[in-house]
């Protein structure tokens, strides 16, 4: 009965983690928000940890060296989250948006050619992803411009 409950209050505790990620997130506060949902560990939370890491790295960074830093830290979330999840479309389309972001940063062809393919394997998974084609239609946008 006591490891019952012990397994339950740990369950609890480690849900108020994810939901303190996802609210700090949606308040505004990134860095936190990644060291919440990577404590976590969970495919969601950790997808959660990349994207606030993502969002430091794109808005709150001048640094070309950090931002790098950053989006590998923000790499390594959704390549854990997709260990975990391994068709969560949400990790893979996060996943193709740091590797587009970096190949920015560094003018490389090879990562925009990664990051179309990463958006066209999610749209092969479920065609009717809207933000997959979203994200696909960025990507041409960004390629012509």
Known sequence: MMRTIVTLVALLAAQ???ASAATLFHDGRFTEAATAGRAENTA???VVAG???????SFDTVDRD?????????D????????????SEEA???????????????K????????????????????????????LAGWHAGAVT
């Open 51 to 57: 994207r606030a890491t993502m969002v430091v790295a």
């Open 16 to 18: 108020a983690v994810f």
């Open 66 to 74: 950090r931002a790098r830093a950053l989006i590998d830290a923000a």
């Open 92 to 106: 893979a389309l996060m996943k193709a948006q740091s590797v587009g972001y970096h190949g920015k940063l560094t």
């Open 108 to 135: 490389s062809p090879g990562l925009a050619k990664e990051t179309r393919a990463r958006i066209e394997a999610v749209l092969k998974q479920n065609p009717n992803n809207a933000l997959a084609w979203a994200s």
């Open 76 to 87: 390594h979330d959704f390549d854990a989250a997709l260990v975990l999840a391994p068709t």
């Open 44 to 46: 969601a939370s950790l």
